[in-house]
Every structure is written in C-alpha cells, then in structure tokens.
C-alpha cells in the first residue's frame, strides 16, 4: 500500500480562538498546512484568505460554512 498520497488535514483557522467548531476549521493539504504554520499568515476573515507577511495570499476555494 501507498500511504504517501491522499492524506489531509484539520486546520484551525484563528489559533487565538478556543473553539473547534465548523467556522474555525478548514481541511488543507499537509503541505499547506507546513506552509501556514512556519509563516504565521494573518486569516482574513471578510475575503476568506490567509494574508503573509512578504504579501502573498492564499484564498479559501470553500469557506461557506466559515461565514458567520
């Protein structure tokens, strides 16, 4: 078996929250998820897209159930 492909994972969106519900969560690959965590973007809430400190973006492709 190949375990090396097709994994995801759980991300919370804003860390500073103490919540695990569905408007803090989004699924990511591993490699995003490295990405996000080593450059601490900033996760802007009304364009639903991580904002880095060097000024790349990375947006949300689904993020309905992030609206509140």
Same mark, same amino acid.
């Given at each position: 078996?190949? @375990?090396?492909?097709? /994994? &995801?994972?759980?991300? +919370? $969106? ?7 519900? !569905? +408007?803090?969560? &989004?699924?990511? !690959? =591993?490699? @995003?998820?490295? &990405? &996000?965590? #080593?450059?601490? =973007?900033? /996760?802007?809430?009304? #364009?639903?897209? /991580?904002? /880095? =400190?060097?000024? #790349? $973006?990375?947006?949300?492709?689904? @993020?309905?159930?992030? #609206? $509140?």
């Amino acid at each position: 078996m190949d @375990y090396d492909n097709g /994994f &995801i994972l759980q991300k +919370t $969106v804003d860390w500073s929250l103490l919540n695990d519900n !569905s +408007t803090n969560i &989004i699924i990511i !690959s =591993p490699n @995003y998820h490295r &990405i &996000i965590h #080593k450059n601490n =973007p900033h /996760f802007n809430r009304k #364009k639903f897209q /991580f904002e /880095f =400190p060097n000024g #790349k $973006v990375l947006r949300l492709k689904l @993020y309905e159930h992030l #609206k $509140v």
